[in-house]
């Protein structure tokens, strides 16, 4: 029980993140599922795979009440989501298959690493204006990027909003619609990269009960029923607030969950 309101409580805090920032929720689902699964019976060696199959298992719903309620406002780009969902589920697909090859200290190095690089990102940058027109960037190019945030996000966890939004913003759409179209878009990062980790994953990988390849279900379900509901308020908050001083808080936190898995690497 104790570990069920524990999934809760990470998927609240998950939900809430992806529908505010449109990042973020991955990276702590990770940082808590490596520490938390060993106590479940999940073997050592195998920790960082099944925290990063489950993160991006449970992303699928967060993802998908997050970029719900955007759509309801008018915020998700879904003609920019089309040209990048063959590149994400490709993309997921195929750096889930590259991390099941790692070991578990190198993905504990490239989580840390990417936190490092988000943070730094999210401290030094002015967010761009924007537009204010409904800019809907479209092309093979978006397939092609697409294909390179699914790696990432495969190898490192998350709905890749921490590439998407700068990306969208930077080609002229409005912060608050990239961080829609992020959305939509991670519910299909989160599907090619959980199915790869499901599927390619080693016979035996976790020898639990409700474990399929690294994903396991437990985890991944009980974070997702609380992101699920947990998300629109985020969406709320990301129509509500400016967020300067919420980013430069999310920075630093996520400065000290890469000092964590620094550590825990060594």
């Known amino acids: ?21 449109g990042i973020g ?7 808590a599922l490596a520490w938390l699964l060993p106590m479940q019976g999940v073997p050592a060696e195998a920790a960082m795979h099944a925290a990063l199959a489950s ?16 759509h309801r406002r008018g915020s998700v780009l879904w003609p920019t989501v089309a040209w990048m969902v063959p590149g994400v589920l490709l993309g997921g697909w195929v750096g889930s298959r590259f991390a099941i090859a790692l070991d578990d200290g190198v993905l504990r190095w490239c989580v840390a690493g990417y936190c490092f690089l988000i943070a730094a990102q999210m401290l030094r940058s002015k967010r761009k204006a924007g537009s204010d027109a409904a800019v809907a960037p479209r092309g093979p190019a978006y397939t092609l990027a697409g294909a390179g ?50 599927v390619q994953a080693p016979a035996g990988a976790l020898p ?3 474990a399929v390849g690294y994903v396991y279900l437990p985890a991944a379900l009980g974070v997702a029923v609380a992101s699920v509901l947990a998300a629109p308020y985020g969406t709320r908050l ?29």
Request: aromatic letters at 6%; one cysteine or more; glycine letters at 16%.
């Open 208 to 210: 639990l009960s409700g």
């Open 149 to 198: 945030i699914g790696i990432v996000s495969a190898i490192v966890g998350i709905g890749g909003g921490s590439l998407t939004v700068p990306l969208l913003v930077w080609r002229g759409v409005a912060p608050v619609r990239a961080v829609g179209t992020s959305s939509a878009c991670g519910i299909f990062i989160g599907l090619g990269a959980a199915l790869g980790y499901a």
């Open 25 to 31: 929720g991955g990276l702590v689902l990770v940082g």
């Open 55 to 70: 993160s991006l298992a449970s992303i699928v719903l967060t993802a998908a009440s997050s970029a719900r309620a955007h």
């Open 1 to 21: 029980m104790s570990a069920l309101l524990l999934y809760l409580a990470l998927g609240a805090c998950a939900g809430v993140l992806a529908g505010l920032l």
């Open 238 to 266: 990301a129509h509500a607030l400016s967020g300067p001083a919420l980013q430069r808080v999310f920075a630093g936190f996520l400065l000290l969950v890469g000092a964590a898995f620094a550590y825990s690497a060594l």
